[in-house]
């Protein structure tokens, strides 16, 4: 059976651009998963900023199109995400058979040390250049510092309530939620279909 397009699109279409700076570090599946087949999604993004997980779940509903994926924003309040028995009763009255799920696990600072270059100086004409390589100019070395947001996504089967996948990404420098949304799903649709849960 083959996969919906809409999930394709949302975990599947890779932009080179956009997963430059992320990348998925680990990931799981399960040994009886089979080609996905979501007929409908509940997007469930758990970010300690309301606003930002505003922005994502949106981004998502988005990329998989209205009627194939619901925010679960629009059924769970902030303060409710926590509790099992609301969450489920709100999965539940979505009507779904999938539930994707992504949540921040750890923010970092990664620190890296570029080491300094030597080069020779410019010079007019080609015999001063010949005769000799100094001066020179020395490029000093320096520590660069990163931001590493580590996201897990992980994708559940509703109707017999299991685990399907599990990843964890790593994106450096994140700028923008949409931006980063867009990465991390990029990035988890290829591995994916390197597993062999998306077929197109």
Request: glycine fraction near 8%; hydrophobic fraction near 40%; aromatic fraction near 8%.
């Amino acid at each position: 059976m083959s996969v919906r397009s809409p999930l394709v699109v949302v975990l599947a279409f890779i932009t080179l651009a956009g997963c430059a700076s992320t990348g998925v570090t680990s990931s799981w599946v399960s040994p009886d998963a089979g080609p996905i087949t979501f007929q409908r999604s509940l997007i469930i993004v758990m970010h300690p900023v309301e606003a930002v997980r505003r922005m994502g779940e949106s981004r998502l509903v988005r990329r998989l199109g209205r009627g194939q994926a619901v925010a679960s924003y629009d059924l769970i309040s902030q303060e409710d995400l926590r509790d099992t028995e609301i969450a489920r009763a709100a999965v539940e009255q979505a009507g779904v058979d999938g539930v994707i799920l992504m949540r921040l696990v750890g923010q970092q600072e990664a620190l890296s040390y570029q080491p300094g270059m030597v080069y020779p100086a410019a010079y007019g004409q080609f015999w001063g250049f010949y005769g000799t390589v100094a001066p020179v100019v020395y490029g000093p070395s320096y520590l660069r510092s990163d931001r590493v947001v580590s996201v897990e996504t992980t994708l559940y089967s509703v109707n017999d309530e299991q685990l399907i996948w599990s990843g964890t990404s790593e994106s450096f420098n994140p700028l923008d939620v949409n931006e980063t949304v867009d990465d991390i799903a990029d990035a988890v649709g290829a591995e994916l279909r390197r597993a062999g849960l998306l077929t197109e």
